[in-house]
């Protein structure tokens, strides 16, 4: 009788560790279920640009792909590995080399969704000669990615340089891909100006949310060196390169925005919203998030008006319009009605919310329902003045005090510059 328990005592045992085990890989199944359902209801199904597609009869499930994404974009659901949170796949690319059996593709768009992709040969130079993109905006992400574009753009750039009053190069953009590439025109010595239509460097960068840990690995920067970058924060990347551009004392001119690039006999005039400037070459180093839409409206060009929340405790006891109906309009309407004392009304010119997370809407709710935040449907602002802003709702004028106007309505994508410059683009439809 007692050799019975021998050998029932181990089997219980193991029962148990795959019972619990099992039960373990059901809750991750429920959760990434969970996530894929919510990314279905709010509509936030196609990536955004490079992403994976996972062939489920290759697949494994494995989990490699899993442990490797630092977005958590991918889930295993019922033993396969399935982009669960397609909105926040970045395009790193982790997941493909990490799957052991070779399941997964990496692709631009969506057969829904086309994405713009520009030609560039291996100089970084487009079909149109003297016009250089270099960073996301040519479809591959990432910092690390971007900054070395941006080196090697400027080796092809410098040679051939501009002469006579030319500049050598203008740069666009002051994110990853526009920062090196203006370190790598300072060490040759190239005659350049560099552009930054926002108030401060990083790019995307900047806008990620605060504390964001960044996934990125050392990069080789002209006049620096090997910068150890690994994981560090939004915040210390951002102060690293604030850091490098004072140590080298790099110039950039904040707030110039490109508006056209027109050919000239040799080279190229750029004009901004500030001045002209005639150059042999342009890199564009814009990225793919484009230019903030703006409203159009009397009294924009007032400080008081700004086009992303960096902030919100800024805000505190004061009286905010935000203006937009997509997720970020939401996200910045509920964080600044959160703070102590401040009133906030969000004006959205459609007549209901469309595609936005149902987290999102639940908390536009409560906030509602708290008293902290009024919505306005179906209205327009008509006019900002310094104390106060002029609304337009269903054809009545409506006036209300204001001390800040964020406005989050989407933004103009680089691809229309692009095609005026004469720069092929190709639509991809997932595909390589
Ligand atoms: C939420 C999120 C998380 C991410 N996390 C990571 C991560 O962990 N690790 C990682 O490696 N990558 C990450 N990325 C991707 C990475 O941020 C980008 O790939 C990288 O910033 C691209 O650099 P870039 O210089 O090409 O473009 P951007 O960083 O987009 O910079 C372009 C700059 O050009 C400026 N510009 C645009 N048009 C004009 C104009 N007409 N005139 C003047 N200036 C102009 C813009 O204002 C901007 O500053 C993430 C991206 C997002 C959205
Ligand atoms: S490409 Fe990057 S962000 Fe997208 S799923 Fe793969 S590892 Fe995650």
């Given at each position: 009788m007692?050799?019975?328990?021998?050998?029932?005592?181990?089997?219980?045992?193991?029962?148990?560790?795959?019972?619990?085990?099992?039960?373990?890989?059901?809750?991750?199944?429920?959760?990434?279920?969970?996530?894929?359902?919510?990314?279905?209801?709010?509509?936030?199904?196609?990536?955004?640009?490079?992403?994976p597609v996972i062939d489920p009869i290759v697949c494994c499930g494995s989990g490699a792909c899993v442990r490797v994404c630092p977005e958590n974009a991918i889930g295993i659901i019922n033993h396969k590995a399935v982009l669960i949170n397609p909105a926040h796949c970045i395009g790193h690319g982790a997941c493909a080399p990490a799957c052991p059996v070779g399941a997964i593709k990496l692709v631009f768009g969506t057969e829904r969704r086309g994405v713009e992709i520009p030609h560039v040969k291996p100089s970084f130079e487009t079909n149109v000669p003297g016009i250089y993109i270099a960073g996301e905006l040519g479809g591959m992400g990432l910092v690390r990615k971007a900054a070395e574009q941006g080196r090697q753009a400027i080796e092809s750039i410098a040679k051939n340089r501009g002469s006579g009053k030319q500049l050598d190069v203008v740069i666009v953009g002051a994110g990853p891909a526009g920062l090196a590439a203006t370190l790598g025109a300072m060490e040759k010595k190239l005659r350049s100006v560099t552009f930054e239509q926002e108030d401060s460097l990083g790019g995307t960068v900047y806008h990620y949310p605060r504390n964001k840990i960044v996934m990125t690995q050392p990069v080789v920067l002209p006049l620096v060196g090997k910068a150890k970058l690994g994981e560090i924060t939004k915040e210390d990347l951002l102060a690293f390169w604030h850091r490098i551009v004072e140590r080298v004392g790099m110039k950039i001119n904040f707030n110039e925005r490109v508006e056209r690039v027109t050919a000239t006999s040799g080279g190229y005039l750029v004009k901004s919203n500030k001045a002209e400037y005639l150059t042999r070459n342009v890199l564009l180093a814009i990225g793919r998030r484009g230019t903030p839409r703006k409203l159009g409206?009397?009294?924009?060009?007032?400080?008081?008006?700004?086009?992303?929340?960096?902030?919100?405790?800024?805000?505190?006891?004061?009286?905010?319009?935000?203006?937009?109906?997509?997720?970020?309009?939401?996200?910045?309407?509920?964080?600044?009605?959160?703070?102590?004392?401040?009133?906030?009304?969000?004006?959205?010119?459609?007549?209901?919310?469309?595609?936005?997370?149902?987290?999102?809407?639940?908390?536009?709710?409560?906030?509602?329902r708290d008293g902290k935040l009024t919505v306005l449907l179906s209205s327009n602002v008509a006019k900002i003045e310094k104390d106060h802003v002029h609304l337009d709702k269903d054809g009545e004028a409506i006036c209300f005090e204001n001390h800040g106007v964020i406005v989050c309505a989407g933004g103009i994508l680089p691809m229309g510059m692009l095609k005026d410059m004469g720069i092929q683009v190709e639509t991809k439809y997932g595909t390589d």
């Open positions: 007692k050799e019975i328990y021998y050998y029932l005592l181990p089997i219980a045992f193991i029962l148990f560790v795959m019972y619990t085990y099992w039960q373990g890989k059901q809750r991750r199944y429920e959760a990434a279920k969970q996530v894929l359902d919510e990314a279905i209801q709010a509509g936030l199904t196609e990536p955004s640009c490079l992403h409206v009397p009294g924009e060009e007032s400080p008081k008006v700004v086009y992303r929340l960096v902030d919100p405790e800024q805000y505190q006891g004061r009286k905010i319009l935000v203006v937009g109906g997509g997720d970020s309009a939401i996200e910045a309407a509920v964080a600044t009605s959160e703070q102590p004392g401040t009133t906030v009304t969000l004006s959205y010119r459609g007549d209901a919310f469309g595609r936005i997370k149902q987290k999102n809407r639940d908390r536009l709710a409560a906030a509602e």
